[in-house]
């Protein structure tokens, strides 16, 4: 396994827009608030996925999830965690890997949607999720056109995978976002 120092790295090496880090870094916070959950005794591990899920993304959006086979594996990256990180382009880029453990579904369901619940935020006067409510959430969620790259379809899907239901996964995926921003702010 690597350690989540090297994770940074990888993350550092293949991504220099800013909007990427942050994005690998919510994912990761979110993934992290979800280990404590499900997988205590592997927080660390569920947050280096989060780190590195994105590798490949910003310098070949063509081949995210394919790409990072490659890339990942390079970088001395485990089969474990590159199957693990690349399972949430399942169905949507060519990743050959499905979800299967629980980790990876909640990775395939809150990516997409930390994506949404940051760019709601940033709607706000706050500009913060902390006074979020969920049904201002939902309202975003319905809005097809708000946040339009985010695709609903893969989040709804991602709860199901999970046996979740929607608002469990809005409502929860918002909580592990504050908190990501409480720890931010400290």
Same mark, same amino acid.
């Given at each position: 396994?690597?350690?989540?120092?090297?994770?940074?790295?990888?993350?550092?090496?293949?991504?220099?827009?800013? +909007?990427?880090? /942050?994005? !690998?870094? =919510?994912?990761?916070?979110?993934?992290?608030?979800? !280990?404590?959950?499900?997988?205590?005794?592997?927080?660390?591990?569920?947050?280096?996925?989060? *780190?590195?899920?994105?590798?490949? +993304?910003?310098?070949?959006?063509?081949?995210? %999830?394919?790409?990072?086979?490659?890339?990942?594996? =390079? $970088?001395?990256?485990?089969?474990?965690?590159?199957?693990? !990180? *690349?399972?949430?382009?399942?169905?949507?880029?060519?990743?050959?890997?499905?979800?299967?453990?629980?980790?990876?579904?909640?990775?395939?369901?809150?990516?997409?949607?930390?994506?949404?619940?940051?760019?709601?935020?940033?709607?706000?006067?706050?500009?913060?999720?902390?006074?979020? $409510? *969920?049904?201002?959430?939902?309202?975003? +969620?319905?809005?097809?056109? +708000?946040? =339009?790259? %985010?695709?609903?379809?893969?989040?709804?899907?991602?709860?199901?995978?999970?046996?979740?239901?929607?608002? $469990?996964?809005?409502?929860?995926? *918002?909580? =592990?976002?504050?908190?990501?921003?409480?720890?931010?702010? /400290?």
């Amino acid at each position: 396994m690597i350690n989540f120092s090297t994770a940074e790295a990888i993350l550092h090496k293949y991504n220099k827009e800013p +909007f990427h880090i /942050q994005h !690998a870094e =919510a994912v990761s916070g979110a993934m992290g608030y979800f !280990a404590k959950k499900l997988d205590p005794e592997r927080e660390e591990y569920w947050r280096i996925i989060g *780190l590195i899920h994105d590798t490949d +993304f910003e310098q070949y959006p063509e081949e995210h %999830c394919v790409k990072g086979i490659e890339l990942l594996k =390079a $970088e001395g990256v485990p089969e474990d965690m590159v199957r693990s !990180a *690349l399972s949430h382009g399942w169905g949507m880029t060519g990743s050959p890997y499905e979800p299967q453990h629980i980790m990876e579904k909640v990775l395939y369901a809150v990516d997409e949607l930390t994506g949404l619940i940051g760019a709601a935020a940033l709607m706000r006067p706050s500009k913060s999720t902390l006074d979020m $409510e *969920l049904s201002s959430l939902k309202k975003k +969620f319905k809005d097809k056109r +708000f946040a =339009a790259g %985010c695709s609903r379809d893969t989040i709804a899907k991602g709860a199901e995978m999970l046996g979740w239901s929607l608002d $469990e996964l809005l409502s929860e995926t *918002l909580q =592990a976002m504050r908190e990501v921003e409480n720890a931010d702010n /400290q």
